[in-house]
């Protein structure tokens, strides 16, 4: 089912809600087109794959970049 709701997520300038016209998610929070609302995610094998390492490498990258402040912090 897709109802027109007014988005929940906050946005980056003065975290006020977006209230774009937008659907209910399968987590149940409402999201417009601008915030993945309209995107069900990678559906082949190969793209849930890269997904995945997507995720991987930016928590690796953020791991990295957090060692580098903290050295230079000493
Ligand atoms: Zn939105």
Redesign the pocket.
């Known amino acids: 089912m897709k109802f027109k709701l007014?988005?929940?997520?906050l946005?980056k300038q003065g975290k006020r809600?977006?209230?774009?016209p937008?659907i209910v998610c399968k987590n149940g929070s409402?999201?417009?087109?601008?915030?993945g609302?309209y995107s069900s995610g990678p559906k082949t094998k190969e793209g849930k794959a890269k997904s995945a390492n997507n995720i991987i490498k930016y928590n690796d990258q953020r791991a990295s970049n957090k060692r580098q402040i903290n050295e230079q912090d000493l």
Request: proline residues 12%.
């Open positions: 007014p988005c929940e997520t946005t809600p977006c209230r774009a937008g409402i999201r417009c087109k601008v915030h609302g």
